[in-house]
């Protein structure tokens, strides 16, 4: 596969989720991007925006295993990755798999669990696998996560701690929709069960030997060395800036750098260019950093600060 096969496939993709998905196209791009990148990525909007059902659609477009956990604060983490039951019949255990043994996972409201469960998803969203009596089960190279999280709801609700939050690719803000695309949403959706994604007849483009390939030809986008400066300064930059308390990691950059290469080849290019990294450091960055207190009483906001770090920033010609 070539970065131009690549481009055509994230088409087929679209087109498929534009059957049930009015707007959001910046949504599904950014899940695309991750897609090809190898990561994961959290949708944060308030409700009624779609969220979970372009999840849904863009699973059903892949044509990948899914499976879905609606958090709630009484799930536990055997819940997610499954146990080992004694049968009594057999005098043997078990093995019960959980819903994260899929290829694309929807975490639904992820932030409604206690942090010991949220804590289930570190093993599987860094490394691919889950380990529980011992053994390790891996989940395959393709595994994703797409998690949702309502910002306006402050009841009930665990944000989710700095190491969960790292693990993310991208953090991506659900807007409301202009008022074209609204009328649009009501047009297509006010007479029918919109929850039923069969009636759109959304296909299958795609599968796990086809994205093995594609994200094999995404490694190999060329990226220079002048490129890989600019995201390590844009990443230092972070942690120098009198705005922000804690910086990014180290591992904030090398996910920078694999989700260049991936835009690159969704544009149908095979290599990187510093506007690749331009577009992707505020959904890359803002969810890595903590604001100084200072910022706080200021009421700055992280995506303003990460915009005027890659403004001042100087990018290679």
């Known amino acids: 596969m070539n970065v131009d096969e690549v481009k055509a496939l994230a088409g087929a993709i679209r087109e498929e989720v534009a059957k049930a998905i009015t707007g959001q196209r910046d949504t599904v791009d950014l899940m695309l991007t991750a897609l090809f990148a190898g990561g994961h990525i959290l949708l944060e909007g308030p409700p009624g925006t779609a969220k979970t059902m372009t999840a849904r659609c863009f699973a059903q477009a892949l044509g990948v295993a899914y499976g879905r956990i609606q958090f709630t604060p009484d799930l536990m983490p055997g819940d997610i990755v499954g146990s080992n039951i004694y049968n009594f019949q057999t005098g043997q255990f078990t093995l019960t798999r959980g819903p ?12 409604r669990t206690p942090p010991k469960t949220q804590a289930a998803l570190l093993e599987a969203m860094q490394e691919h696998a889950v380990t529980f009596d011992g053994t390790t089960h891996s989940l395959g190279r393709n595994f994703m996560v797409v998690a949702t999280q309502n910002p306006i709801e402050h009841q009930g609700v665990y944000p989710l701690p700095e190491a969960q939050l790292d693990r993310f690719l991208f953090k991506h803000r659900v807007s409301y929709p202009d008022l074209a695309e609204e009328r649009a949403i009501i047009v297509h959706h ?77 544009d149908g290019r095979n290599y990187v260019i510093p506007d690749d990294v331009k577009a992707l450091a505020v959904p890359a960055l803002r969810h890595r ?25 100087e990018a290679p010609r």
């Open 100 to 111: 994260i043994f899929c290829d694309l996972l929807l975490a639904d409201e992820i932030n």
């Open 190 to 266: 006010g007479g029918s069960a919109s929850h039923d994604i069969e009636q759109y007849g959304i296909k299958a483009r795609t599968d796990r030997k086809t994205l093995e390939a594609a994200l094999a030809t995404v490694g190999d986008v060329t990226l220079v060395d002048d490129v890989v400066g600019y995201i390590a300064a844009l990443v230092r930059g972070t942690r120098e800036s009198p705005d922000l308390e804690v910086g990014a990691s180290p591992r904030a950059g090398a996910m920078l750098a694999r989700a260049a290469r991936a835009r690159a080849a969704l």
């Open 289 to 313: 950093v903590v604001l100084s207190p200072a910022a706080q009483i200021d009421g700055r906001l992280v995506e303003q600060i990460v915009s005027d770090l890659v403004d001042h920033t």
